[in-house]
């Protein structure tokens, strides 16, 4: 089992930057991709990024292309997700995720991963 705790949300201005973390313990061994995903108050959750561990490989959303860069610490330690130039539509609660398998056509749905954080709230205003 995999267990992971986010940190770092908080409030900041539009324009703005901060950096989200996700660490992670337990058993490692057969996750293969981390992601990030946001919540918006009675939506879904919906994919911000996604990592295939171990690599460079990443994928964003088209929202947030160019603005937020995801990366990992050591061989899976800590997963973070860098934002600049927040936007007010950016606010959200975010949640780390990790899973076993590395699906690109379906890295953004939350049936993808079996492990989840409880989430950190960002706040764009």
């Known amino acids: 089992h995999v267990q992971l705790v986010e940190s770092g949300g908080g409030s900041v201005q539009a324009g703005g930057s901060l950096t989200i973390s996700c660490e992670v313990s337990?058993?490692?061994?057969?996750?293969?991709?981390m992601a990030w995903f946001r919540q918006y108050p009675g939506k879904e959750r919906e994919g911000v990024a996604v990592?295939?561990?171990?690599?460079?490989?990443?994928f964003y959303d088209d929202s947030v292309k160019g603005r937020f860069t995801i990366s990992q610490d050591g061989p899976k330690d800590t997963l973070n997700l860098r934002m600049s130039a927040l936007k007010p539509e950016d606010t959200a609660m975010y949640f780390c995720?990790?899973?076993?398998?590395?699906?690109?056509?379906?890295?953004?749905?939350?049936?993808?991963?079996?492990?989840w954080g409880q989430g950190t709230q960002v706040t764009v205003s």
């Open positions: 990592l295939r561990t171990g690599t460079y490989m990443a």
């Open positions: 995720a990790a899973g076993r398998n590395w699906n690109l056509r379906a890295w953004a749905s939350p049936l993808t991963y079996n492990n």
């Open positions: 337990g058993d490692t061994r057969n996750i293969n991709a």
